[in-house]
């Protein structure tokens, strides 16, 4: 919703750019929930949530989309495996560390590493050998939420 995507020739790289002017989503306020990100908030999300989880996200360049604006070219590996279920992702959330914010459906806080996570669903995982391995969660850190 938020990415143009394609996978190269060789499916092993997936590419994806932003919709031209618009760079995903972000969590400024619990109340207010997903709002735009600024290109900023773009490139944080994607620096912790490499830090968080197995870094598989590279920012590759900035694209002018025609008349929509700027756009942010990233690209990750691609990653074979079937979809989790709902509870492998809750199972997988909860041992590390992360805990489900009860006023928002798919996400989830971990207090003592500082971040919350939001779009935590089957759509943003992959089960590689068993384990999800999430490839597009909204990463914000929680000093950043009021």
Known sequence: MEHYVWKDGSESVVRKFTYGGAFGRTVRSIGQ?????TPLE?????ANHNALFPPITRISGL???NRDGLAF????????GDLPSLGEIEEFLRSAGYAPLASHPFAWDNRSAGFALFDA????????????IPFDLIVVPLENIR
């Open 63 to 65: 694209l002018e989309a």
């Open 73 to 80: 070219l990233i690209e990750q590996e691609a990653l074979l």
């Open 121 to 132: 669903r089957p759509a943003n995982f992959v089960k590689v050998s068993g384990v999800p």
């Open 42 to 46: 773009y490139l944080v999300r994607w």
């Open 33 to 37: 929930g997903l709002v735009p990100a």
